[in-house]
């Protein structure tokens, strides 16, 4: 953009000079897996009956997965049951981790298949890895998401960045 | 309590709306003709009841320009007291075409965090505005802690 930032806003650092500062990089797939092995809040994301539903959820890296708890009965574990045995339902699990003061920070998008976890076995060592319900309650229900697919962006101060 | 405590409580449309002008980040997703649902966050401003969100070329701009279902989400969550809520609004999105309106959000708090060729903006017309409060987890924090009474945990 060319043009000038107009008035106002004096004792704050002028915008468009900040942005021009920052820089975008696409992460790969082992970068983004590091940034969020170490699970917190996450927002689950799927089609439900009214269109896109996304909501904040405690997860943690799992094997590999994105695993939390819901409850049983609950309206995301009712939209995502598909009704039918082998067929799983498309969702996304996006994570992120934004520094509002530094203007910086990185998104992870994960999309894949939102999987019920119903064996006994699972569940166990699933419960053995400290997937903690969030908010409390009654969440007995465990949801596994096996990622197809893992992008991310960050943003950050060019001086920062890798390449200078 | 004696009821679930754990359960989440709907928030009406009011305190949603008052939640959604206490935070700057929030999400938006749309599904493709795939149903490969998209979710990424975005810097946002309420303009009436509408959201509002500065984008370029790309997924976002694409799914607006195709008319698709978007959906809005922003929270603000206290792990460590896990506690919060969150608001969901729905509805379509469409790019702001009108001069007017451009130049007015162009002088809002949207300023982008990076260098964005040919951005624009793109706003949401809720039809569908819901909310939760996620109440403490049951432990050794007391409700108190947040703030006072009646105080919403933002």
Redesign the interface.
Known sequence: ?TDHA?G?AHEIPD??R???T???EELGGTECLRLISEG??G?I???GR???????V?YKLHDGAIVFRTAPGSPMDEDLRTGISEAEY?????I?E?D?AA???W?V?I?GSAHHVDSEAERASLAQAGVE???????ELFLRIVPSRITGRR?RRADRSASG | MTH?????QPLDRDTCLRLLRSV??G?V???DD????????VNFITDGDDIAFRTSEGGKLSAAREGR?????A?D?E?GL???W?V?V?GTAQVVADSAVVDRL??SPL???????A?CFVRLRPD?TTGRR??????GVTRERIGPEGDIPC
């Open positions: 953009m107009h106002g915008p468009e900040e942005t021009q920052r820089t975008v917190g809040v927002r994301a799927y089609t009214f269109g896109p539903v996304v909501l904040p405690n498309l969702v996304a699990f996006e992120d934004i509002m203007r910086e920070g998104s998008l999309q319900p969030w908010p409390g309650g009654e969440r943003i | 679930d405590a754990g359960a989440a700057v980040i999400r997703a749309w599904a795939d149903g490969r649902v998209v979710v990424l966050p279902l978007f959906s809005f989400e929270d969550v792990p896990r506690t919060g969150s969901l729905s162009e002088h300023a982008p965090w990076s260098p964005m060729p951005s569908q996620l109440p403490l987890h049951p432990g």
